[in-house]
């Protein structure tokens, strides 16, 4: 298993989290008050405090902390001591160290430097996520949740992955760059395609599907559901037997394709009356008794309760030493291995533990909490 030396913020926690949940030893490098991630709201039990953050109990859980002040002599020590024995070293700050000397510590490292000082709201924008985002007669809209940095997360956990495939063949050390916008950028990709092939802008849609007449969000009693009706022989009757609008069913020419494309506003007003008069489960099984490809809009609420989540193990509870059970995702990989992850590390808890690995006495341990080196 690989060790992988971790001091990043959002995208480079998580990316090492999915290490974690894969079994491998990652070593969170803290400064001796913590890292802003414990500072993120909200907050166990509505108590600000460094080990409170929900988000630090979830990016970091199944990891160690080792607390280093890098502004000593004897940090950069431990810093260089530790390196030695990694595999790889994530890092969105500046070092105090040339590259170079990194390299001289550990000529196999794999050193993933992450681009993601811009703020979410300015790379989304700047990556052209947002204006694809919304509706549009309507300004561009924010995507929810933290995306921009956990998408990029995902794309430092393959280039590390990819660097540690590549160094154990060489032999050789390689240095990876992950770009917050550039990451982002990738999911523009298709509209750059099809602009570059036809000259056709892509705009936002709203909650209205791109490829068939009806297809999209639709309100519903409880929220919204999400239908996507393929064009077939046969299927525009099933489904006006279905919805049983007087209107639509007195339209035959609906029942070509390149007239419901025309007529799609129209279509998609009777639908919404329609939907609004129904609860999304109920909507969701009917269609796909009929063979409709449909999803209810599932908010966080119906993800926590969801029994399908549970039976893969990507929820799971977790006995806290400080809050008792608490249930988040473990993930997509922990799950799909049955990994048990341990609780997120209090601030420097593994501080004795690594420093005695690395040879450290407990005398000079002791010195370097009294002088604050960690």
Same mark, same amino acid.
């Given at each position: ?10 995208? %480079? ?17 803290? %400064? ?15 108590? @600000? ?9 979830? *990016? ?21 001591? $530790? ?52 509706? @549009? ?46 990451? $982002? ?20 849609? %709203? /909650? ?94 119906? $993800?926590?309760?969801? @029994?399908? *989540? ?34 997120? @590390?209090? $601030? ?12 450290? /006495? ?13």
């Amino acid at each position: 298993m690989a060790r992988i030396i971790e001091l990043t913020n959002l995208a %480079g926690a998580y990316a090492s989290r999915l290490f974690v949940e894969e079994g491998h030893d990652v070593i969170r490098l803290e %400064g001796r008050h913590g890292n802003h991630l414990r500072e993120l709201a909200p907050f166990l039990g509505n108590e @600000p405090d460094p080990e409170n953050s929900a988000y630090h109990q979830f *990016l970091n859980a199944g990891k160690k902390s080792l607390t280093v002040n890098l502004d000593t002599t004897a940090g950069r020590e431990i810093f260089l001591r $530790l390196l030695a024995s990694a595999d790889v070293l994530m890092t969105s700050c500046p070092l105090p160290f040339e590259d170079s000397r990194l390299f001289e510590v550990n000529s196999k490292l794999v050193f993933v430097k992450i681009e993601d000082q811009e703020p979410d709201l300015c790379a989304l924008a700047r990556s052209g996520l947002m204006s694809l985002t919304g509706h @549009p007669e309507n300004p561009p809209m924010v995507l929810g949740g933290h995306l921009a940095a956990l998408a990029t997360g995902i794309y430092v956990a393959v280039a590390a992955a990819a660097a540690l495939r590549t160094a154990a063949q060489t032999g050789k050390g390689l240095t990876a760059t992950v770009s917050l916008r550039e990451a $982002l950028e990738t999911f523009v990709e298709q509209a750059m395609v099809e602009y570059t092939f036809s000259g056709i802008v892509t705009e936002r849609r %709203g /909650s209205k599907g791109a490829i068939t007449a009806i297809s999209g969000a639709l309100p519903c009693k409880d929220g919204h559901w999400v239908i996507s009706q393929i064009h077939r022989p046969g299927r525009w009757t099933k489904f006006v037997e279905w919805v049983k609008d007087p209107q639509l069913a007195a339209d035959p020419s609906l029942a070509e394709e390149e007239n419901q494309i025309k007529k799609r506003d129209f279509i998609l007003d009777r639908v919404f009356q329609w939907s609004s008069q129904h609860v999304k489960n109920q909507l969701v099984e009917e269609a796909q008794e009929r063979h409709f490809p449909a999803s209810p809009v599932s908010t966080t609420l119906d $993800l926590i309760h969801d @029994p399908q *989540l549970q039976a893969r193990g990507f929820l799971k509870e977790v006995d806290h030493p400080r809050f008792g059970q608490i249930m988040y995702p473990q993930g997509a990989v922990a799950s799909m291995r049955r990994k048990e992850l341990t609780p997120a @590390p209090m $601030l420097g808890e593994h501080n004795r533990e690594i420093l005695a690995e690395m040879g450290y /006495s407990q005398s000079a341990i002791q010195s370097f909490a009294a002088s604050e080196v960690i």
